[in-house]
């Protein structure tokens, strides 16, 4: 069974840009989990969508968005990139109950110069 | 914040068990212990959870205390791939599906 995959592996953007950044879970997981992880901040978790909903979010500001598709396929925005947006954004999917592990997938390197 | 607290570092020497300790005190009834490790710049790689028996697979065995605020990951025979920052992360309940509190994690160096 193929893993998570993630698109761009690398990306570089200018201050005030918006990135895009894409998902493809496990085949058959319906939940996505988002996280970004900085030297300074470690690893923290920005959003859960199950079933196209955003179904647990964390504590970052509003440029912060996300979607999934009906193929539970998501994607993650930013907008109006801050330097401090400079990060490796990980997704991780799941079958989606609250015990089920989640797998992670190899993180898009983001820096914002 | 974290529920866990784990030591910032250990070293182990190649061949041997690594054990991991892991405090989470605060745990709930219907919480579980995950294991995630992650190796330098990877995505973190799950390894095994468990609720209050003791786990085992093919990676590692968790060993949950029987008052359930304490476990021990335990990596039977490190080798050099092993090296890798270990988390201990304490999850369960529906409100926080998807969501994993990750703490500072504990650094595992192998060394031959």
């Known amino acids: 069974k193929a893993g998570v995959t993630q698109t761009p592996r690398y990306l570089i953007k200018t201050r005030g840009q918006q990135v895009t950044l894409s998902c493809s879970p496990i085949s058959g997981h319906r939940s996505v989990s988002w996280y970004q992880q900085t030297p300074g901040q470690g690893l923290q978790f920005l959003f859960e969508?199950?079933?196209?909903?955003?179904?647990n979010k964390g504590n970052f500001p509003g440029r912060f968005s996300g979607r999934q598709f009906s193929n539970s396929r998501s994607e993650m925005n930013v907008s109006t990139l801050e330097l401090g947006d400079s990060a490796l954004y990980l997704c991780?999917?799941?079958?989606?109950?609250?015990?089920?592990?989640?797998?992670f997938g190899p993180g898009t390197r983001l820096t914002v110069t | 914040d974290a529920k866990t607290t784990q030591p910032t570092s250990m070293d182990c020497a190649e061949g041997r068990a690594a054990n991991l300790p892991c405090n989470h005190s605060?745990?709930?009834?219907?919480?579980?212990v995950y294991w995630y490790r992650q190796i330098h710049s990877q995505g973190p790689q799950y390894i095994i959870h468990g609720l209050k028996n003791n786990e085992t697979n093919e990676m590692a065995s968790l060993i949950i205390t029987e008052d359930r605020k304490s476990s021990t990951l335990i990596l039977p025979h490190a080798t050099l791939r092993d090296t890798a920052v270990y988390y201990c992360i304490v999850r369960g309940g529906w409100s926080n599906t998807g969501k994993l509190i990750f703490g500072q994690g504990t650094t595992l160096q192998v060394k031959p």
């Open positions: 991780a999917s799941s079958q989606g109950g609250p015990t089920y592990e989640q797998y």
């Open positions: 969508y199950f079933s196209e909903t955003q179904r």
């Open positions: 605060t745990i709930s009834g219907n919480e579980y």
